[in-house]
């Protein structure tokens, strides 16, 4: 597992000192790994949902991979 140094406000600070102090997580690196997963997967989600919608919109591309490629090329 590596490392990151990142530099925080205040207020992020105070935040994850509460949340793990409320026991959202049981260190501030656990906390900031969880809140980072949790992004991961709305990220995820939010991908699936607007594929939903645009092929609900009837925007779907058919055919071969390669040639769909040149297409958009």
């Known amino acids: 597992m590596?490392?990151?140094s990142v530099?925080?406000?205040?207020?992020?600070?105070e935040?994850?000192?509460?949340?793990?102090k409320n026991g959202f997580?049981?260190?501030k690196?656990?906390?900031?790994?969880?809140?980072?997963t949790r992004?991961?997967?709305e990220e995820a989600v939010?991908?699936?949902l607007l594929s939903q919608k645009e092929?609900?919109?009837?925007?779907?591309?058919?055919?071969a991979l390669r040639k769909i490629v040149k297409t958009l090329s």
């Open 15 to 20: 935040t994850i000192t509460r949340m793990v």
């Open 7 to 13: 530099p925080l406000t205040t207020h992020l600070e």
């Open 25 to 27: 997580a049981e260190t």
């Open 55 to 63: 092929a609900r919109e009837g925007k779907l591309l058919e055919g």
């Open 2 to 4: 590596s490392t990151l």
């Open 39 to 41: 992004l991961a997967e």
């Open 29 to 36: 690196a656990e906390l900031v790994r969880k809140a980072i």
């Open 46 to 48: 939010n991908a699936v």
